[in-house]
């Protein structure tokens, strides 16, 4: 089976980090994917990590652990802007797709 | 990246009707999934549209219920048959296109409400 864990909502203030975790157990890996989605809108693509370590692009980086099922997306210098659902996807290695999480709410405060 | 798009946006469809949704990529795709998207809820896979023969479908989805074509490279349908209320919610074509296959791209989405 497969199973892809997430909190359900986090809080923090403008300006500050925050990191949200993903563990996953599945059958198959190849690739972790992070994406963002705005209330109304669909998914956007923030990162893909495929080994282990530390992805940085920007005010967002993404880790890797496949050896504990692992990963986080850090949120740096947080903005209004980034209140938002941030979604955890793992990449099933034998046929491609995508298999999600529940998805974490981020809610960020002046 | 990719430019993808769903049509309709958005409909209100009756009971025991269906709709067929449209998905238009403008690049090289290598594959192509419908999702769902149930209110307040994250995205749960419906099937994996393959060019020139039947889509393979998750558990829980089944072909007579939303049947999907994928004629060409680029272009795909599912059909939301004989609808309930049930049914209400966004559904997402995504493709991973061959110039980035690493990453995978949503379109804007369907949003259907089922009355």
């Known amino acids: 089976g497969q199973n892809i864990d997430q909190p359900t909502e986090m809080t923090a203030t403008e300006g500050a980090i925050v990191q949200i975790n993903c563990t996953y157990q599945?059958?198959?890996?190849?690739?972790l994917f992070w994406y963002q989605q705005h209330a109304g809108e669909a998914p956007t693509f923030l990162s893909y990590n495929v080994l282990d370590g530390l992805e940085e692009k920007g005010r967002f980086s993404s880790f890797l652990s496949r050896s504990k099922g692992y990963s986080y997306l850090l949120l740096k210098e947080l903005q209004m802007k980034d209140s938002a659902s941030y979604l955890c996807?793992?990449?099933?290695?034998?046929?491609?797709?995508?298999?999600f999480g529940t998805g974490t709410r981020l809610l960020v405060s002046p | 990246s990719a430019v993808i798009s769903q049509k309709p946006s958005r409909d209100i469809c009756q009971r025991g009707t269906s709709l067929t949704i449209q998905c238009q990529v403008d690049s090289q795709v290598t594959m192509m999934f419908w999702y769902r998207q149930q209110p307040g809820q994250s995205l749960t896979l419906i099937a994996t549209?393959?060019?020139?023969?039947?889509?393979?479908?998750e558990s829980g989805f089944v072909i007579d219920k939303f049947p999907i074509s994928r004629p060409n490279l680029t272009f795909s349908t599912l059909t939301v048959s004989n609808m309930s209320p049930e049914d209400s919610s966004i559904y997402l074509c995504?493709?991973?296109?061959?110039?980035?296959?690493?990453?995978?791209?949503f379109g804007p989405g369907t949003r259907l409400l089922v009355l």
């Open positions: 995504s493709v991973q296109i061959l110039a980035a296959q690493e990453t995978q791209y």
């Open positions: 996807a793992v990449r099933d290695g034998g046929f491609q797709k995508l298999v």
């Open positions: 549209a393959n060019q020139g023969s039947e889509a393979t479908y």
């Open positions: 599945t059958s198959g890996f190849n690739g």
